[in-house]
């Protein structure tokens, strides 16, 4: 593998999706009908309760019998108590490695690899690449700061977690949730001795801690390769999205709900309770960077209920490099699905592209934070779609009009469609440009 030391942040190869696991096959998702009980459904099918989404009639339910899972499945269906059920899928965030650097990692980006220099940012010294980088110029972020910067606003983002000492987030965060363990919402929780000693090394011995190295190796992956897979698969994710947030909306407050344990794992039960989590803190936005071809119609009720409880909600529409009609939550109503693209507004090779996309933001060579206190430059619609959550978040500080702001965003989007001969309509309205959106 080539290694090219850079000194400021590493490159970082995460094209994420959300996809179906096998565990938990006998575990289901399950909706009550009004005036019924969980104790009657479970003495009706020899199922155990697990969990309950609080001030809901959701409930996790595993079956004790020996009864196929189809069969158990078909049994709840026909159960007059219950209006929905579906098994408890387990869901994983994808890693596809992908030769993406090439094409993007030139002269020009490089340089901004090289730029150690420091500068002040809304009380905290960053890396000045983090903050004046192409992907916040492209969207016009730059050109609003002196007009709105997300204060008074709440950002929540389902993922894994956030790094709570980085320096660049830490103001800015609140408690947030986890629903793995009911204990801290840090990416760093349960990370072995020898990772954490790494994260703390790393890079010492060049200019400053807070900087990392850059792996430009086509299908560089986070901070595992040559170090034994010390580091967990999914390890950063988090931290990466709630950066890219807050380089668009300094003044926002971060809510972190983590759902996805540090290899990238959850369910289908605990992303439904990440969004109802999110409507009982009154978070302002809803970030969700992942992605799944399997519907879910209890996570299409809950995203229903949060766009009711009027919160803006974004997710990323995959990097599978397909045109895809059936993605979710992207996919679900209300939801502003965001693909990605480089610096020239064209589509960047990975991204999905499609019915479901609203909106294209970059989502090639994004700048973020990640765990010790480091940079990275990050690939994947994981990383557009944040930067739309900051630009609804920059509107709604200054107008506080609910889904209006979410809807603006959208609507006051550069046309790119003229750059991107052959995907016509399928970028939909554009990349953002929160200028004009502040102007309407």
Request: hydrophobic share 45%.
């Given at each position: 593998m080539k290694i090219r030391l850079l000194g400021a942040v590493f490159v970082l190869v995460l094209v994420l999706g959300f996809s179906r696991a096998q565990s938990g096959s006998q575990e289901y998702v399950v909706t009550l009908r009004s005036g019924h009980s969980i104790s009657a459904v479970n003495h009706a099918h020899a199922t155990q309760t697990i969990g309950h989404i609080a001030d809901t009639s959701i409930y996790l339910i595993k079956a004790n019998g020996?009864?196929?899972?189809?069969?158990?499945?078909?049994?709840?269906?026909?159960?007059?108590?219950?209006?929905?059920?579906e098994k408890n899928a387990g869901v994983k965030l994808r890693s596809d490695q992908q030769a993406v650097l090439s094409s993007t990692v030139t002269d020009a980006t490089a340089s901004l690899l090289d730029d150690h220099t420091l500068t002040t940012f809304f009380g905290t010294d960053v890396l000045r690449s983090y903050v004046d980088q192409p992907a916040l110029t492209l969207a016009q972020v730059n050109n609003v700061r002196d007009i709105s910067t997300g204060a008074g606003t709440r950002v929540a983002y389902i993922d894994t977690g956030v790094d709570p000492y980085h320096p660049?987030?830490?103001?800015?965060?609140d408690p947030g949730v986890d629903l793995l363990n009911n204990r801290s919402t840090s990416e760093l929780d349960g990370l072995s001795d020898a990772g954490a000693s790494l994260l703390d090394d790393a890079?010492?011995?060049?200019?400053?801690?807070?900087?990392?190295?850059?792996?430009?190796?086509?299908?560089?992956?986070?901070?595992?390769r040559g170090n034994g897979g010390v580091f967990p698969s999914a390890l950063g994710h988090g931290t990466l999205v709630a950066g890219v947030i807050h380089a668009v909306a300094p003044n926002a407050r971060l809510v972190p709900i983590k759902a996805f344990d540090a290899y990238g794992q959850t369910t289908m039960f605990t992303v439904i309770q990440?969004?109802?989590?999110?409507?009982?803190?009154?978070?302002?936005?809803?970030?969700?960077?992942?992605s799944t071809s399997e519907y879910s119609v209890t996570l299409r009720k809950a995203i229903a209920d949060a766009k009711a409880a009027g919160i803006s909600i974004v997710a990323s529409v995959g990097n599978d490099g397909q045109n895809v009609s059936d993605i979710y939550p992207a996919g679900y109503a209300g939801v502003i699905g965001t693909a990605a693209t480089d610096f020239n507004d064209q589509l960047a090779s990975f991204s999905n592209y499609?019915?479901?996309?609203?909106?294209?933001?970059?989502?090639?060579?994004?700048?973020?934070?990640?765990?010790?206190?480091?940079?990275?430059?990050a690939w994947g619609t994981s990383f557009s779609a944040p930067l739309v959550s900051g630009a609804i978040a920059v509107i709604a500080s200054t107008r506080g009009q609910g889904h209006t702001d979410s809807l603006l965003v959208v609507n006051t989007?550069?046309?790119?469609?003229?750059?991107?001969?052959?995907?016509?309509?399928?970028l939909g309205k554009g990349r953002i440009n929160i200028r004009r959106a502040l102007k309407n």
């Open positions: 020996s009864d196929s899972n189809d069969t158990i499945l078909k049994d709840i269906q026909n159960d007059p108590a219950v209006d929905s059920v660049a987030l830490r103001p800015w965060l890079g010492a011995s060049r200019l400053d801690r807070r900087f990392f190295f850059i792996l430009d190796d086509a299908g560089a992956s986070l901070l595992d990440g969004v109802y989590r999110a409507k009982d803190l009154g978070v302002d936005v809803l970030n969700m960077s992942f499609g019915k479901p996309v609203s909106v294209v933001a970059t989502g090639a060579f994004v700048i973020s934070t990640v765990p010790g206190g480091k940079y990275a430059a989007a550069d046309n790119v469609d003229g750059l991107n001969p052959g995907f016509e309509k399928q």
